[in-house]
């Protein structure tokens, strides 16, 4: 059997194991651009996990039910990219089979591994094949196949690993992408290496060392900052077991949101798990005796964790009213920045393709505006689930508009209507963002024999993939304008990175503009790292 200390040291080992890995995993891109970051944000989305299962053990906890809630909550807070989403999702599988139990057997630690893959399946909503759910969900077929007949838990973790490998080595053959780089799947990678990390201690009873400096500054930097924010004096989480389907969850948030703040309510089948500061816990407790029974109530007082000058602070932002909108963008450079806040942006939030950030941290940057709405502009596909993520965690009116590039986002902010409805602005700031097409430059940090691409050459990339190559930044970008410029092309804008020149970019502009008379060409500072030239097309 497996015991709550049990799985705790095994997440420990599995983190440690994906963080020493993270950079086999970053290095595994489609194509050879320097933006490797699948070993980041796994890494980084399961040092919360880490750190949960460090604090279980020294609490002496061993009700694995417990360890593993708060394991999966905790790297559901710092899951960073789709591929630290979806492992969040994973584990959050598993908690949601083991609720309650004391320890587990064969034949239901069997069933853990299919719960983790419906429901990390559930959180998306286009699921590709090819990909780390792929490997979950076939690798869990297999492990209830082994145990139809009860088999012990290091069997079971075995045949996890074995089957894991076999699923991820078939990857490309779903996915033509990856075989045509010659990869396997990062982020199905990443999840054998997990599940590596568990058999390790299973096999070994110890846990694996961890290499290097831990990839968690960030989060417990994030848990800092979060603290430092807190408003309320009470700290107070507990599970509801709910009575009946008929319970009336949003009308409990709406309730709680009037008395606190950083409010954190997940609706898990027949449990709701809690989490809010105020300085009521009493009439928090009270309402959700309505729902049902509560189990694991933990009432902190936060005052004693801070200043006297910074609470007082934070009670006066605290009384200030909620705003009737605001809208919360991920930026990947200064200039990007500088044109958001011109934009009206109110929360900006540091981050792009190499530092996606977390659900935690874009559920900060929404709590941080005070508003009733907030749009959320992620400006790049690997944050969108996070952001959704964030959305489900909070209780103001969010929208998630699913940008794919700060072009994207700035289209968007462009057609914000602060007279419209909030849901007709969603619709309106997501179409413009659809209208943009959207270019890279930037140099591969490998060859790639498929696209010709030499290790150390400019590259420029669109929707299609590797559009040109060369040794000149320039001549590369003015093709990759040419590829997007079409018949009823009317705007192009040109954001300059960090390692370009001004002048540069104004010559670029100057060659677009000779050859496309008809079009109006724009040069911004967007001050963006490992890209050369961000171009997008209107």
Not at 139 to 151: C, H, L, N, Q, R
Not at 520 to 532: A, F, H, L
Request: proline share 2%.
């Amino acid at each position: 059997m497996i015991t709550g200390e049990q799985y705790a040291k095994m997440i420990i080992s599995a983190a440690n194991n994906l963080n020493n890995n993270k950079e086999l995993l970053n290095e595994m891109n489609v194509f050879p651009v320097p933006d490797g970051d699948t070993g980041k944000n796994m890494s980084m989305s399961i040092a919360g996990a880490k750190t949960a299962a460090e604090d279980a053990l020294k609490g002496g906890e061993t009700n694995i039910g417990t360890v593993a809630e708060k394991v999966a909550m905790e790297t559901l807070r710092g899951a960073r990219g789709n591929s630290g989403v979806i492992l969040s999702q994973l584990l959050r599988g598993m908690a949601k089979e083991i609720k309650g139990k004391k320890y587990v057997t064969g034949t239901l630690f069997a069933r853990c591994f299919s719960a983790a893959s419906v429901t990390a399946y559930s959180a998306v909503m286009k699921p590709t094949e090819g990909t780390i759910l792929t490997v979950a969900r076939e690798s869990a077929e297999a492990i209830v196949k082994f145990a139809t007949t009860d088999k012990e838990c290091i069997a079971i973790m075995r045949e996890a690993v074995r089957a894991a490998n076999i699923s991820l080595e078939h990857t490309p053959e779903l996915l033509p992408k990856l075989k045509q780089a010659g990869v396997v799947d990062a982020g199905g990678k990443g999840w054998v290496i997990v599940l590596e990390g568990m058999l390790y201690f299973l096999e070994k009873g110890k846990v694996i060392e961890l290499y290097e400096g831990p990839a968690k500054e960030k989060a417990q930097s994030n848990l800092v900052n979060e603290m430092e924010e807190i408003t309320f004096t009470y700290c107070t989480e507990f599970l509801v077991d709910k009575k009946s389907p008929e319970v009336n969850v949003e009308q409990f948030k709406k309730t709680i949101s009037k008395i606190g703040d950083c409010m954190v309510v997940i609706e898990d089948f027949d449990v709701v798990k809690v989490h809010v500061h105020t300085d009521n816990p009493g009439i928090i407790i009270q309402n959700a005796l309505k729902m049902g029974s509560l189990n694991d109530i933990k009432i902190d007082n936060m005052r004693y964790q801070h200043s006297e000058k910074i609470i007082k602070a934070q009670e006066q932002t605290a009384r200030e009213p909620k705003k009737e909108y605001a809208i919360v963008s991920v930026s990947a450079g200064e200039g990007y920045s500088a044109i958001m806040s011109q934009l009206g942006v109110d929360g900006i939030i540091e981050g792009g393709q190499t530092m996606n950030p977390s659900a935690g941290d874009i559920l900060e940057a929404i709590n941080k505006v005070n508003a009733k709405t907030v749009y959320v502009l992620p400006n790049n596909k690997n944050i969108i689930m996070a952001a959704e993520a964030a959305k489900d965690m909070s209780d103001a009116n969010v929208f998630v508009i699913q940008t794919k590039s700060v072009p994207e986002g700035i289209a968007a902010l462009i057609a914000f209507d602060e007279e419209s409805k909030a849901e007709d602005n969603a619709e309106t700031m997501a179409q413009a963002a659809k209208a943009v097409s959207t270019g890279l430059v930037t140099y591969a940090v490998r060859d790639s024999l498929n696209d010709g691409v030499k290790k150390d050459d400019i590259i420029g990339l669109s929707k299609n993939g590797i559009v040109e190559s060369g040794k000149n930044i320039n001549e590369v970008a003015f093709e990759v304008c040419r590829n997007l410029i079409g018949d009823e092309s009317a705007l192009v804008t040109i954001y300059y990175g960090a390692e370009v020149k001004e002048n540069d970019a104004k010559k670029l502009a100057e060659k677009v503009e000779k050859e496309y008379k008809e079009v109006e060409v724009s040069v911004q500072n967007g001050g963006q790292p490992i890209y050369y030239y961000n171009i997008a097309v209107e």
